[in-house]
């Protein structure tokens, strides 16, 4: 019997049409353009203001979108991995009402979440699965309402997120394609550094934590600066030579778009031209979950069968990776 593979062999994508440009945001708070542009790349991001539709709408359109292009019945699913920061709710999953949503009723479905390494970490998951010859059709969405948890009077925080959504569909391989190495790695240290201080059992929902902004995301800019630069290409770096690839061998860089500068940083330790570098920050900003498939969905066209990919994130918690990935067909 043939050694199964997980491929990808499908993608979808979804950003709400709100354009919340740099300019805007200067009437909001004190910061400008230039600043914003040169300290992060990001020009402008998408927010779903909708305030009844939540991360599972976003998350319902990527998948749609996905199942229209690729013609596949919703019934042939096995599983729905949710990739998320931003659940709808604290307890109900998020991915249990997405599969249902979409017509997916034979999937069982749950929430994965590690804060801008979700997706990453899900891919790993719905490989894992796939690989075990259980399943044959697993999609793996990673989408976030960061909007839903940003506060608009931080100026270090509401100029780096986004709302959306991109969805990619795994299924065996064959021919060697697909996943062939992956490199993840957390430490606690990163706790305190970016995160939401209550709504949780440490800290529960009082009238005073809601008064005191504690429900919005918060960060130490420079400390997460420092560990994400190190770390993000700590593994691409090493995931690279653990498969005796050169830099000519990487086709495609596909970063976590979290800020320029990290992501050149990744680039430039690997050696890579800035031809093969995949960025979309400038028009999406960090939508934590949903960049890495953005990405993949948005330059989709330009991949080709065979051609090896290095996904790469860092997030939260702290929580960090990198993936080799041999791209499975040619865009029709």
Known sequence: ???????????????????????????????????????????????????????????????????????IDPLEIDMVIMATATADMPVASTGVYVATEIGATNAFAYDLQAACSSFLYGMSTAAAYVQSGRYKKVLLIGADKMSSIVDYTDRSTCIIFGDGAGAVLFEPNYEGLGLQDEYLRSDGVGRDFLKISAGGSLIPTTEETVKNRQHNIIQ??????????????????????RNNLTNEDVDWLVPHQANKRIIDAT?????????KVLMNIEKYGNTTSATLPLVLSDFEHQFKKGDNIILAAFGGGFTWGSIYLKWAYDTK
Not at 220 to 231: E, S, W
Not at 267 to 275: G, K, Q, V
């Open 1 to 71: 019997m043939s050694t199964i593979t997980a491929a990808i062999t499908a993608v979808g994508a979804y950003v709400p049409d709100f354009v919340l440009s740099n300019k805007v945001l200067e009437t909001m708070v004190d910061t400008n353009d230039e600043w914003i542009t040169t300290r992060t790349g990001i020009k402008e991001r998408r927010i779903l203001k909708d305030a009844d539709k939540g991360t599972s709408f976003l998350a319902i359109k990527a998948a749609q979108d996905l199942i229209a292009k690729a013609n």
């Open 220 to 241: 130490d800019g420079k400390t997460v600066f420092k560990y994400a630069v190190t770390n993000m290409a700590d593994a691409s770096e090493l995931i690279v030579k």
């Open 267 to 275: 680039a430039s330790r690997m050696n890579l031209e800035d031809s």
